[in-house]
């Protein structure tokens, strides 16, 4: 086998299933809010607001975009069970805090971004926004199989090109040395 | 692939398949042998591998998965014990060798004599190995012809003698290393190339890397990463001796009233209990798996656990210490690409009484952060952790950073240990392992000593900013060292300088447990020659009716 050919057996092998997996996820994440399979709407709405301060949409797609909140249905769905109660006890005291903060407002997302910056930087040492941080950074980043990182925007924002090979240079530094 | 009965015994079973397993299964087998290799994980191969950080990373793909095998730890015997994923290791045929970095570096000669070179360290059980360096100098070469190492021989200065160079020149160097060179070089250092257990160029059938990034946890779909999964078993299985029989959890290694053992207890994929007989057993399950499975095997003849009238078996259990410390560049480095690693100084290897302790270190650069782990963890301390700022900083820094490691001594010491946890079960209900560590004063004297050597590496090599790293939690070990040390002394050590088991003749014990020092971490090469010398040392036992 050459080395060509060993290429192409890898990729249909690892990157063609994982391709196909991630737009089935991103297709059913798309087509309406039925694709939450734990949260309700309504939360999957409201802390969706908060991952979109961790991860912004200025100007480049943010946690919003990359549809973090789904990787996080997914987690509370299956690997990450035993931490829903986390978010259920966080959600609520975060709500308690608008109330307090903003009485006139509604909802987390309807918060302005100076608004929900400021309810953030009173709950950001709390289990639940560690939590919520460590989540959608993880959706943020993680292969699209996992529901989250839609498009790749993900890995787009941090410019990493993911590619099965690659060829010398690298980088700056070891093209200016050749 | 051959098919043994339970029933039938064979001449070996192999207790692992990883580093060492896979080796002696080879060798074994080669030189006529029937052998069956337990193997605990799943039996998966290059196609099976990916580029999943989070399968792989976070949700133990192909590693020991805490939430079966949890474990226990303390710093010292007083201490309760708490649960927490404290070791790792690669949990597949092929084991630690599929997703290691690859960074493949022998001992120097001086590794197995430093005792004596360097004298006592209070404190610690600080002795020399019962093997030196040019008895196993023919052992490194085999593995290294026979696995496929790439690296330029002579280009380390500290090395010891060899007798044949590398079978494949040296990976292309990245920014990191040329970064790395050029400042190791201003400091009066001697930089080389890495030499790694990838294949640079096609090797005995297997494809060469393609630089794609992800070896270091991952699996490697090319099979360009010198696993024993992708050389040594395909070559043991060819031979129609050997079954690699995957999903089979050993929990006793069964003994008779003559002192000898006799087969080993499993559970099978489906949780069955299974005895397969055997006229020998070689355990190599690695320096926590194998110290737990010789104190599960008690017997009336054995009451404190196989191969253990020293009282040694768990002793001595030595960490993977190290510490990262980052540097931030002008210009992208786009470090994600190829191997981890490709520059290594070993200026800083030998200990110097000068320094007012003992210890010493091997340093590389390397970016071993993949998205996610870059994500959480991977920017400055003093960075901030959520916002447009964070978000920024994401951005720019992933692409332009680079890290030293260094690889750190690590001291036996007598009290440092694996036991099994008095209380807590695993999911199959069998002891969990109980790890006792502390840093002895000389490593974190070494930690913090080497530490200033990475950040004036980083700075000669113009970094705009510099961050390290807490050395006082030694988290996760994924260098397994020490536990069943090797020796001459019956009283002191569990085998004896040919990785036989000195109180059961047909026992030998041949992973990274038998390590009498750490070298400077990176164990794979010394483990692999030492596999390959047991090996040939029992198939002569066998040869001559002793086993």
């Known amino acids: ?178 | 692939m051959i098919r043994y009965k339970p029933s039938e015994v064979v001449d070996f079973i192999v207790i692992g398949s990883g580093a060492a397993g896979g080796v002696v299964a080879k060798e074994l087998s080669t030189a006529g042998f029937s052998v069956v290799v337990l193997e605990q994980g799943p039996y998966i191969k290059e196609k099976d591998f990916n580029h999943d950080e989070f399968g792989v990373g976070f949700q133990h793909d192909i590693s020991n998965n805490p939430k079966l095998q949890p474990n226990t730890f303390r710093t010292n015997a007083s201490e309760a014990a708490t649960l927490g994923q404290r070791y790792n290791y690669g949990r597949l045929v092929g084991g630690g060798s599929v997703h290691f970095t690859a960074n493949y570096w022998r001992f120097h000669p001086d590794d197995f004599r430093e005792r004596s070179v360097f004298g006592d360290v209070p404190g610690s059980s600080f002795s020399d190995w019962p093997v030196t360096y040019d008895e196993l100098e023919p052992y490194y070469t085999k593995a290294e012809w026979e696995l496929g190492i790439s690296g330029l021989a002579g280009s380390n200065p500290f090395d010891g003698p060899r007798s044949r160079p590398y079978p494949l020149p040296p990976l292309p160097v990245k920014s990191s290393g040329v970064l790395f060179e050029r400042a190791t070089k201003k400091l009066g250092l001697h930089p080389f190339p890495a030499p790694m257990a990838v294949l640079s160029q096609p090797y005995l059938g297997r494809g060469a890397c393609v630089h794609c990034g992800w070896c270091e946890t991952f699996g490697c779909e090319m099979r360009a990463k010198s696993s024993t999964l992708a050389s040594v078993i395909p070559m043991a299985e060819k031979t129609g001796r050997c079954e690699i029989r995957s999903g089979c959890y050993v929990r006793r290694i069964q003994s008779n009233a003559a002192g000898r053992v006799t087969g080993a207890v499993y559970f099978d994929s489906r949780r069955r209990e299974v005895f397969q007989k055997s006229r020998a057993v070689v355990l190599s399950a690695n320096g926590v798996e194998s110290a737990k499975l010789l104190l599960m095997s008690a017997s009336k003849r054995f009451p404190n656990g196989l191969a253990n009238s020293s009282g040694m078996v768990g002793k001595n259990f030595m960490w993977d210490l190290g510490g990262l410390v980052s540097g931030l560049f002008d210009h992208p480095l786009n470090e994600y690409k190829s191997v981890q690693v490709s520059r290594v100084i070993h200026d800083y290897y030998a200990a110097d009484p000068k320094r007012g302790f003992y210890g010493g270190a091997g340093i590389d650069a390397r970016f071993d952060w993949f998205p996610i782990t870059f994500g959480l963890d991977g920017l400055p301390p003093d960075a901030p952790k959520w916002g447009a700022d964070y978000k920024k900083m994401l951005g720019n820094y992933f692409t332009h950073t680079f890290s030293t490691l260094s690889h750190n001594t690590s001291l036996s010491v007598e009290t440092n240990m694996v036991d099994l946890d008095p209380s807590v079960k695993d999911s199959w209900g069998l002891p969990a392992p109980r790890l006792t560590f502390q840093l002895h004063p000389d490593d974190v004297k070494n930690a913090e000593w080497v530490q200033k050597r990475q950040v004036e590496i980083l700075e000669a090599a113009g970094a705009t900013k510099i961050w390290t790293y807490p050395l006082d939690d030694v988290g996760i070990s994924t260098h397994l060292m020490g536990t069943m040390r090797m020796g001459n002394d019956p009283a002191r050590s569990v085998v004896n300088r040919f990785n036989r088991a000195h109180d059961i003749p047909n026992l030998f014990i041949v992973d990274g447990s038998s390590l009498v020092t750490s070298g400077r971490q990176q164990p794979t090469a010394t483990i692999q020659a030492l596999a390959y010398r047991a090996a040939e040392a029992a198939a002569e036992a066998a040869k001559k009716g002793e086993l």
């Open chain 1, 1 to 178: 086998m050459t080395r060509r050919e060993l290429l192409l057996s890898a990729l249909s092998a690892a990157t063609l299933s994982d391709i196909a997996s991630a737009q089935q996820h991103a297709q059913s994440a798309k087509e309406s809010d039925a694709a939450f399979r734990y949260l309700a709407t309504a939360d999957a709405r409201e802390i969706e607001a908060l991952a979109a301060q961790i991860i912004p949409s200025d100007g480049t797609p943010g946690a919003k975009e990359a549809g973090c909140i789904h990787f996080i249905d997914r987690a509370l769905e299956t690997f990450d069970r035993e931490k829903r109660e986390i978010y259920r006890t966080g959600l609520a005291a975060a709500q308690k805090k608008r109330a307090e903060l903003f009485p006139q407002s509604q909802t987390l997302a309807g918060l302005e971004s100076s608004q929900a910056i400021e309810l953030i930087r009173g709950i950001e040492q709390t289990e639940f926004f560690k939590l919520l941080r460590t989540h959608t950074i993880m959706g943020f980043l993680a292969t699209p199989a996992w529901g989250g990182n839609q498009g790749m925007v993900g890995w787009a924002h941090i410019g990493l090109e993911h590619k099965m090979a690659f060829q010398p240079p690298f980088g700056y530094y070891d093209g200016a040395a050749k």
